[in-house]
């Protein structure tokens, strides 16, 4: 069973930064065949892709984060990682950790860490 821990959220400014940390529990797995993104959810709203990071290592953002959020990967760590900058308000949400194995139609995530931008 693969088990993903995130860490770094919290509360901040308009303007400010975090780092979303992912890290995978589990040994015994190549994660760099993984598929991993990170996915946030704000209250009365679906669950989105913020941005995917595919065993390919091209990385992918929705419009509204491009220039101010990267998604990177340690493989060596199993770890994912989410930079976030210049923070809005409608950042605010529940940020998930997500990957995805080859060959297998299956998602883990993580536990979700909350993210709040507000003065």
């Known amino acids: 069973q693969v088990q993903l821990v995130e860490s770094g959220g919290g509360l901040v400014q308009p303007g400010g930064s975090l780092r979303l940390s992912c890290a995978a529990s589990a040994s015994g797995i190549i994660f760099s065949l993984f598929d991993v993104g990170w996915y946030r959810q704000a209250p009365g709203k679906q669950r989105e892709l913020v941005a995917a990071?595919?065993?390919?290592?091209?990385?992918n953002y929705i419009d509204s984060v491009k220039g101010r959020f990267t998604i990177s990967r340690d493989n060596a760590k199993k770890t994912v990682y989410l930079q976030m900058n210049s923070l809005k308000p409608d950042d605010t949400a529940v940020y998930y950790c997500?990957?995805?194995?080859?060959?297998?139609?299956?998602?883990?995530w993580g536990q979700g860490t909350q993210v709040t931008v507000s003065s």
């Open positions: 997500n990957a995805r194995p080859p060959l297998v139609n299956y998602d883990y």
């Open positions: 990071i595919p065993r390919g290592g091209s990385t």
